[in-house]
């Protein structure tokens, strides 16, 4: 995996990559000695305000002056008075990589960056992703969710049993074709085999090399590829967000935006499931729906 790993980074300066923890060091390794390490739980001291801890760690790394660009940048400035122990987990998030901000790391990795539930956390964390398009440094990030991963602004691949691959390959924002009428979607749940309608669908996701597809919340296995659904289903209000999901659109009651090119779906029924829409699908969902 090493070598598949090498060949990605190569030439690459925002990755983001959907593992498990056997990944991390790897990963870690990949980003650089220097680079700055922004854990996913623990390593705070929870006694402390927001801008103590800033300038513990400011006064260790003997970089005082760049304790306001990282309060800047995470947008920490109303927090600097809050105990660390009152902190969501998406403030401590933004709170762990200002302090790398302050020690001043140029390269980063980010464990589950945006694995919490509070959105203006999320805004703030991908807006600053999206920053290092405009300027120097490498970032990796690795979740264990897909959703996250493909929400983040960059390049997103999964990391399997069977080595790397780039989640985004093979997307294409051309029209559908012509369709074929559907009228049943066979799937399976607890080793028993069920018929929906089309309509009845939310949405489809692909991951980790198989295909689900969620009905009122439920999640069942479907023995087809994405290709083959999408065109199944174009006909019936169906949209292919993303390379790994495909969504029915009368279930969309919000699109969220992350940052100027980070949107996503959030659909009737699923308040706390963004379903990521593609940088390349953006343009294409605002001529079909006018937004």
């Known amino acids: 995996m090493e070598e598949l790993l ?136 690795l979740s264990w969710s897909h959703r996250d991963t493909c929400i983040c602004p960059g390049d997103h691949y999964e990391i399997a049993r069977d080595g790397v691959r780039c989640i985004d390959q093979g997307e294409s924002t051309q029209d559908s074709p012509e369709l074929p009428q559907v009228s049943k979607i066979s799937v399976s749940y607890n080793e028993k085999n069920f018929l929906f309608n089309p309509e009845e669908i939310d949405y489809v996701e692909a991951n980790d090399g198989k295909v689900f597809v969620y009905v009122r919340r439920e999640q069942y296995a479907g023995d087809f590829r994405m290709s083959d659904l999408e065109e199944k289903l174009a006909r019936f209000g169906f949209f292919r967000c993303h390379r790994s999901y495909i969504v029915n659109m009368q279930k969309v009651v919000e699109l969220v935006k992350w940052t100027r090119n980070s949107y996503s779906l959030r659909l009737a029924g699923y308040e706390k499931t963004d379903v990521p829409l593609s940088k390349g699908k953006i343009q294409e969902l605002r001529s079909m729906y006018e937004f």
């Open 6 to 141: 090498r060949e990605v980074l190569y030439g690459s300066r925002m990755l983001h990559f959907e593992g498990t923890k056997k990944a991390e060091a790897p990963l870690v390794e990949a980003a650089g000695r220097d680079a700055g390490y922004v854990e996913d739980e623990g390593a705070l001291y929870e006694k402390m305000t927001v801008r103590k801890y800033l300038k513990f760690f400011a006064g260790l790394s003997g970089t005082e002056k760049r304790v306001r660009s990282a309060v800047e940048q995470m947008h920490l400035s109303e927090l600097l008075g809050k105990r660390l122990s009152s902190c969501t987990e998406g403030q401590k998030k933004r709170v762990r990589i200002a302090r790398e901000i302050v020690r001043g790391a140029e390269d980063y990795f980010i464990l589950n960056p945006i694995a919490f539930e509070e959105e203006e956390s999320k805004k703030v964390i991908l807006g600053w992703m999206e920053s290092f398009c405009e300027r120097e440094g490498r970032l990796i990030t």
